[in-house]
T-cell receptor
Framework: NAGVTQTPKFRVLKTGQSMTLLCAQDMNHEYMYWYRQDPGMGLRLIHYSVGEGTTAKGEVPDGYNVSRLKKQNFLLGLESAAPSQTSVYFC???????????????FGPGTRLTVL | GEDVEQSLFLSVREGDSSVINCTYTDSSSTYLYWYKQEPGAGLQLLTYIFSNMDMKQDQRLTVLLNKKDKHLSLRIADTQTGDSAIYFCAERPPGTYKYIFGTGTRLKVLA
């Protein structure tokens, strides 16, 4: 049981290049999230998904796109990378149960992205 | 608006108690969480508290919730060097799938 994994761990891009970050979870979780972490700003939600085939915008969605074609995978795409997207990106997942459950989020180890 | 605030840094001596504070804005949040992030790693849930509780204790950890002031604190007793990390508080407003995280408090434990 690997939990939440992220690929790649590190990446350096030039401005204007594109890339896709992959998040995979093996816990059969319904909900998945992409966050970015920047110094002094905590975690900010980029996009999230409440089930296969669904996506929704978070707090800072501009410049990013996502897809959830399979329940276990959540992809984050940067079509034209900008230096402002230099950050550490975290994926998280949780069960879809509600009604009193504390609904722990499980986090991946992160992807450190630098855009030059 | 939605904003969870924490102080950025805290330094304590090994063996002392650490208190990390957080203020949140959505008084209707059902659950409030503390996450720990060790260097180079993702976040791990440390503890949580349900909104109808004032206090929760779990071994060396004590969570205090003051709903009137929208204030949450995490006390770590007998702080060890292994407790050095960034601690995030987070809230989950009802009727939403989203979690709102604070800025994180970097705890440094001095030997």
């Amino acid at each position: 049981n690997a939990g939440v994994t992220q690929t790649p761990k590190f990446r350096v891009l030039k401005t204007g290049q594109s890339m896709t970050l992959l998040c995979a979870q093996d816990m059969n979780h319904e909900y998945m999230y992409w966050y970015r972490q920047d110094p002094g700003m905590g975690l900010r939600l980029i996009h999230y998904s409440v089930g296969e085939g669904t996506t929704a915008k978070g707090e800072v969605p501009d410049g990013y796109n996502v897809s959830r074609l399979k329940k276990q995978n959540f992809l984050l795409g940067l079509e034209s990378a900008a230096p402002s997207q230099t950050s550490v990106y975290f994926c998280a997942s949780r069960t879809g149960t509600s009604g009193g459950a504390y609904n722990e989020q499980f986090f991946g180890p992160g992807t450190r992205l630098t855009v030059l | 608006g939605e904003d969870v605030e924490q102080s950025l840094f805290l330094s304590v001596r090994e063996g002392d108690s650490s208190v990390i504070n957080c203020t949140y804005t959505d008084s209707s949040s059902t659950y409030l969480y503390w996450y720990k992030q060790e260097p180079g790693a993702g976040l791990q849930l440390l503890t949580y508290i349900f909104s109808n509780m004032d206090m929760k204790q779990d071994q060396r950890l004590t969570v205090l919730l003051n709903k009137k002031d929208k204030h949450l604190s995490l006390r770590i007793a007998d702080t060890q060097t292994g407790d050095s990390a960034i601690y995030f508080c987070a809230e989950r407003p009802p009727g939403t799938y989203k979690y709102i995280f604070g800025t994180g408090t970097r705890l440094k434990v001095l030997a």
